[in-house]
T-cell receptor, first 114, second 113 residues
Framework: AQKITQTQPGMFVQEKEAVTLDCTYD???????LFWYKQPSSGEMIFLIY??????QNATEGRYSLNFQKARKSANLVISASQLGDSAMYFC???????????FGQGTRLTINP | DVKVTQSSRYLVKRTGEKVFLECVQD?????MFWYRQDPGLGLRLIYF???????EKGDIPEGYSVSREKKERFSLILESASTNQTSMYLC????????????FGPGTRLTVT
C-alpha cells in the first residue's frame, strides 16, 4: 500500500531563508507521481509542484523545487528565499501508476518569522 | 481557470440528520473526490468517482455515501450525521492521468452537534 510520511509537524524559519520540507514515500510501483500542495489559513489547497518517477531532473517552479532522491524514496520541497506569505500547511502527496487517487501525508505547518 | 465549487463553506447539523454536501466542477474532469481533513491526519479519501454513476470507496467510507448523476456534480451524503463526522470536507476533481494535479474546492466545515 502507498504511504506518505512527513516527519515535521511544524517548522519556524526566518524570512528570506531557504526552507526544506521533508517527505518520504513508500510504493512498490515503478511509475508514480509526487505532488506538493500549500494550504494557507483560508483553507484552499494550492498545487505547487509535480515530480514524475521517471523524470531525470528535479522539478522546479519559481521559488519551489523538489529534491527527488529515488533510491531513498524522498521528495523534499525546497522553498528558496522564504516570504511571510509562505506561512501555511504544506502537504506531500503521491499517485501511483494504477490509480487516480492521491495519498496525502499528515502535513507540515510552516511559519515564516519577520 | 478550473473551478471547483462546494455548496456551503460552513454547515451546522444535528446528530441523526441527513446531510448533503454538493460539489460542482466546470472543467469536464473525469475524476472527482471527497476528502475529510482533520488536524494531524492530513487529508483522507472518503470516496471517489471516475465516471458518471461510478464510485469507489476510499480509505474511510463508513458512514458516508456518494452520488454522481452528472459528470460535473459529485455529492457526499451523511445518512445519519454523528459528532465524529465534524470535520473539514474537501472536494477535488482531476483529469485522468498520472501527472495531473487535483483541483480543490474551498472546503465545507461541518459541525455536528
Amino acid at each position: 500500500a502507498q504511504k506518505i510520511t512527513q516527519t515535521q509537524p511544524g517548522m519556524f524559519v526566518q524570512e528570506k531563508e531557504a526552507v526544506t520540507l521533508d517527505c518520504t514515500y513508500d510504493t512498490s510501483d515503478q511509475s508514480y507521481g509526487l505532488f506538493w500542495y500549500k494550504q494557507p489559513s483560508s483553507g484552499e489547497m494550492i498545487f505547487l509542484i509535480y515530480q514524475g518517477s521517471y523524470d531525470e531532473q528535479n522539478a522546479t517552479e519559481g521559488r519551489y523545487s523538489l529534491n527527488f532522491q529515488k533510491a531513498r524514496k524522498s521528495a523534499n520541497l525546497v522553498i528558496s528565499a522564504s516570504q511571510l506569505g509562505d506561512s501555511a500547511m504544506y502537504f506531500c502527496a503521491m499517485r501511483d501508476g494504477g490509480a487516480q487517487k492521491l495519498v496525502f501525508g499528515q502535513g507540515t505547518r510552516l511559519t515564516i518569522n519577520p | 481557470d478550473v473551478k471547483v465549487t462546494q455548496s456551503s463553506r460552513y454547515l451546522v447539523k444535528r446528530t441523526g440528520e441527513k446531510v448533503f454536501l454538493e460539489c460542482v466542477q466546470d472543467m469536464d474532469h473525469e475524476n472527482m473526490f471527497w476528502y475529510r481533513q482533520d488536524p494531524g491526519l492530513g487529508l483522507r479519501l472518503i470516496y471517489f468517482s471516475y465516471d458518471v454513476k461510478m464510485k469507489e470507496k476510499g480509505d474511510i467510507p463508513e458512514g458516508y455515501s456518494v452520488s454522481r448523476e452528472k459528470k460535473e456534480r459529485f455529492s457526499l451524503i451523511l445518512e445519519s450525521a454523528s459528532t465524529n463526522q465534524t470535520s473539514m470536507y474537501l472536494c477535488a476533481s482531476s483529469p485522468s492521468g498520472l501527472s495531473y494535479e487535483q483541483y480543490f474546492g474551498p472546503g465545507t466545515r461541518l459541525t455536528v452537534t
